[in-house]
């Protein structure tokens, strides 16, 4: 069984940042595509970033350019540098792990790839 830690969120005004870890108990060595999604409650999650095997980064197209996606493999640790924030990033954030690597790029619209969850942290973007 794989477990996904989350730690980060928070609240800020918009323009601000914030940092999200995911602290992964496998090494992604031995895991497929990685990522992370946004949900709001009674929607379906919405592919914020994914990991491919090669470590390549795959964002969906609001995201580019003010989210960075990294990958701390000393510490098997997923990261989500969010910047310039907008009220509507305000939702609950995942981070997720598959047991396959098969086209991760396309995986941001499918959450039901990934088997694997953390348990949410709430990102409140302020006007």
């Known amino acids: 069984q794989v477990q996904l830690v989350e730690s980060g969120g928070g609240s800020v005004h918009a323009g601000g940042s914030l940092r999200h870890s995911c602290a992964v108990s496998?090494?992604?060595?031995?895991?497929?595509?990685m990522g992370w999604f946004r949900q709001v409650p009674g929607k379906q999650r919405e592919g914020v970033a994914t990991?491919?095997?090669?470590?390549?980064?795959y964002y969906g197209d609001q995201f580019e350019g003010r989210f960075t996606a990294s990958e701390d493999n000393t510490e098997s640790t997923l990261l989500l540098q969010m910047d310039n924030l907008k009220p509507e990033d305000t939702d609950q954030y995942y981070c997720?792990?598959?047991?396959?690597?098969?086209?991760?790029?396309?995986?941001?619209?499918?959450?039901?790839?990934?088997?694997?969850w953390g348990q949410g942290t709430q990102v409140t973007v302020s006007s």
């Open positions: 997720a792990a598959a047991n396959r690597a098969w086209n991760c790029r396309y995986r941001l619209d499918d959450p039901q790839y990934f088997a694997y």
């Open positions: 496998r090494s992604s060595d031995s895991l497929g595509c």
């Open positions: 990991y491919d095997s090669d470590g390549t980064v």
